[in-house]
């Protein structure tokens, strides 16, 4: 069934580029699950006589050994098709035009060497810098050059992004730390009601406050935003206690679960993984329901890998050894261990 699913979809790319050049770009590969990155290997050997190209991006620091990704990139690399580019830090005068951009002045030497040296040439790092002394400026009036020697940059990103968290208002921060927690892109009805003591107008203040330093982009659907960097919403997650982001996690499940009505079942793995991540405090029968029912779709879509994770996750919050011969307790876990022997 998965092959004819593969067979199906690379049959229909390849005839999409039967009338003109087709380029399919992949970002963030280090993110794909292993049934995509099958997908991507069965495609990948169709390559050889269509007109595709397949773009392909990930950060080599996120894909270790363990990692799905790095068997699929072995298999590509047998492939007299595949080529492997790796992207250097930025440079000397391209660190220069970066500054100027957005900065919009010219930077002097020693800026160049300075914001350089303490990123290393990472293009987000030095964005990220970049803008905290663009805020600075704007705050103390004075030139780039002058409020640098008067900042201790942090050697750490985190940090970074930090201090300019810090120049946000309360309301503002607040909102972003409660849309880290929905997830990098977020709905504005739905985080509208998780915050119950702002105003509408009070949070389309914060939101703006947000798009003007960056820190969010809205997308082309009416009503949603992400997060502009994984990063971001790291740091932001990493300001909360543990306590307080279990709490949030219910509120979030709670709250999709009223957005998405008799959908709900389409959002399946979303509301399994904000009631996963709401325990010990949270609702196990949630948990379940919705971790079998994303099972079941991951099994729709022969996404078998991701099934047996998801009944897996069910079983043990349901406190049952899948080995063990002893009766089970009820219905739940019995459909449960079913479908994990199906998959």
Known sequence: SRFRLFDSISHFLVNAARSQPLMLVLDDLHWADKPSLLLLEFLAGQLSDSNIMILGTYRDIEASREHPLSNTLARLARSESYAREELGRLEGESVAQLISDISGQEPSQELVATIHARTEGNPFFMTELIRLLEERQSTDGAPVDTVLSGLEIPQSVLEVIGQRLNRLSTECEAALTTAAVIGRQFDFGV?????????????????????????????????????????????????????????????????????????????????????????????????????????????????????????????????????????????????????????
């Open 191 to 343: 985080l509208s009601s998780l915050i119950e003591d702002s105003s509408e107008t009070q949070l389309l203040r914060a939101i703006d406050e947000a798009l003007a330093a960056h820190l969010i982009q809205e997308v082309p659907v009416q009503g949603e935003a992400y997060l502009s960097h994984a990063i971001i919403q790291q740091t932001l997650r990493e300001r909360l206690s543990n306590s307080r982001r279990v709490r949030l996690h219910v509120k979030i499940g709670e709250t999709l679960e009223t957005f998405y009505g008799d959908q709900s079942g389409d959002h399946a793995a979303e509301l399994a993984y904000h009631f996963a991540e709401a325990e010990p405090v949270g609702r196990p029968d949630k948990m379940v329901k919705y971790t079998m029912l994303a099972g079941e779709r991951a099994l729709d879509a022969y996404a078998y890998e991701e099934a047996l994770g998801h009944f897996q996750r069910g079983l043990l919050a349901k406190g049952v050894d899948a080995e063990a011969e002893t009766p089970l307790p009820d219905a739940d876990a019995a459909a449960l261990l079913f479908c994990l022997a199906r998959t």
